[in-house]
């Protein structure tokens, strides 16, 4: 028995809650829990996806006693076919009270996701039961009600490149939010989530981005360091916690970082595309790399104080701000920007790459597996995230590794101060092409672990704060 049967009326009632609520709750105890939700919705041919039932019996389940009463049941229904809802009337862009694939394809432009209409049409094939290659209330409600993880704005906030997954970077291009969510407070909490992941990943994998920082500024043909010999020499200067020193200052630039990008990123998209027109793909570029400069340069003290803090000697910095002020004293203010034109021109082979190869194994993948559903999964999104960042370091690292350099050069003693032109050269005549590569190891291997930690925290402080869908 199929979902539209039970759920006849179109705004239903009551008495078809009570109806859909009886077949469910096969035992007759007033409660309908996981087991007898997964066993009514297979035995009416409702498709949901993997953990979807266990989810809606913990949104729905408000005294916390391992299932839905009728009053639980009907109000978590009510509720989310208002979602439902709004989220058909926005994708619905003629009002016709029908989704076509040129409008999915539209909602998905409105956030950078360019898709072929060949894609929209197996978006929408997945969801289109009368083979009409429309889909209207009832069949987005049937085939949505029981999926709360699946609706198509879901989908496009899932496949719009998000800045979410922290590998210790920040040269990625800012998240990006619908008008909608732009009055609501979607967006403030989800930066919030976002700032606290990057803050759990990057001290989780302050040790490995240590040994880089350690790797790119004393590592070199005559003075080989390996990774077990390079933890052992800082553990043995000082002690474990010294695998964690810069990390501070590291955590405490993500927040106003954030919100700088975020501010800059949607003023240069108002001054790069017409009102009223759609912001195209080039343009998101630009702004987000725009937007990226502003950010660094206002926070660029921050990255070097960071990598002094990180290569400090036991005794030579008290904390942060005794840091600031020898830096300040014995080299001036110019001592806080040193670095800073790689760092500015590294984001744009960063955020390029980075932004390319999303793109093409997105639109790889839902060429090749978007015809029964168009939602990636974790894995996807983790791996695509993963590639696409890790391609993006690949093609920024030489300057990466140049800007460490020129911001570590006053603290080491004996040390010329190069230009950055002079200190490429050096580099080159000393070590060879792969000198610009030093520390290149345990920055790939903290990527993982940066993404996984980001993503699983994420996902708690979403639900946290009441976001999480």
């Known amino acids: 028995m199929k979902l539209s049967m039970v759920y006849s009326q179109f705004n239903p009632s009551k008495r078809s809650y009570e109806d859909l609520f009886e077949k469910l709750d096969t035992n007759k105890d007033g409660k309908v829990d996981v087991a007898e939700l997964r066993a009514g919705l297979t035995a009416m041919g409702i498709s949901y996806r993997q953990g979807a039932v266990q989810k809606i ?15 639980e049941f009907s109000r978590y229904l009510k509720e989310h076919e208002k979602k439902l809802r709004l989220t058909f009337r926005s994708l619905d862009k003629n009002n016709d009270g029908r989704i076509d694939s040129s409008e999915i394809q539209q909602s998905l432009a409105e956030l950078g996701v360019d898709i072929s209409k060949e894609d929209a049409q197996k978006i929408l094939q997945s969801i289109d039961v009368d083979g009409s290659m429309t889909v209207d209330w009832n069949e987005w409600r049937e085939h949505f009600l029981f999926n709360p993880a699946t609706n198509i704005q879901e989908i496009i906030r899932y496949w719009k490149h998000s800045s979410v997954l922290d590998i210790g970077d920040s040269l990625a291009i800012p998240d990006e939010f619908t008008e909608e969510e732009k009055t609501t407070d979607f967006w403030w909490k989800q930066l919030i989530a976002g700032a606290t992941a990057g803050a759990v990943s990057r001290t989780g994998t302050a040790p490995l981005d240590r040994m880089k920082v350690f790797m790119q500024v004393h590592a070199s043909k005559s003075n080989k360091i390996s990774l077990a010999g390079g933890f052992k020499q800082m553990v043995k200067e000082g002690g474990v916690t010294s695998l964690w020193r810069g990390n501070g200052v590291n955590v405490l630039k993500i927040a106003p970082e954030t919100a700088i990008k975020f501010m800059a990123y949607e003023q240069y998209k108002k001054y790069l595309s017409s009102e009223g027109e759609e912001v195209q793909t080039h343009q998101r570029f630009i702004a987000g790399s725009l937007a990226g400069a502003t950010a660094q340069t206002a ?8 990598t002094r803090l990180t290569l400090r000697k036991t005794g030579q910095y008290s904390g942060m701000l005794d840091c600031a002020k020898k830096i300040l004293r014995k080299e001036g203010v110019k001592a806080f920007y040193k670095g800073y034109v790689p760092n500015i021109l590294g984001i744009i082979p960063y955020a390029g790459i980075d932004l390319a190869v999303y793109e093409s194994l997105k639109n790889a993948w839902l060429s090749r597996y978007a015809k029964d559903t168009a939602n990636p999964g974790i894995l996807v999104l983790l791996g695509c995230g993963t590639i696409s960042s890790t391609c993006g370091q690949l093609a920024s690292y030489p300057l990466a590794l140049v800007r460490t350099r020129m911001q570590a050069q006053a603290s080491m003693e004996g040390s010329e101060q190069l230009s950055m032109r002079r200190l490429v050269r050096k580099i080159i005549a000393k070590e060879g092409f792969f000198g610009l590569y030093r520390g290149i190891l345990p920055n790939f291997m903290k ?9 699983v925290v994420y996902e708690y402080t979403k639900t946290a ?3 999480s869908k």
Do not use: N, Q, R, T
């Not at 019996?57 to 009053?71: A, E, H, N, P, T």
């Not at 926070?299 to 960071?306: A, L």
């Open 465 to 467: 704060l009441g976001i």
């Open 57 to 71: 019996v913990s949104s729905g389940d408000k005294d916390k006693d391992g299932g839905l009463d009728f009053k």
């Open 299 to 306: 926070i660029y003290p921050m990255e070097v104080m960071k």
């Open 447 to 455: 990527v993982i672990p940066a993404v996984s930690i980001s993503y």
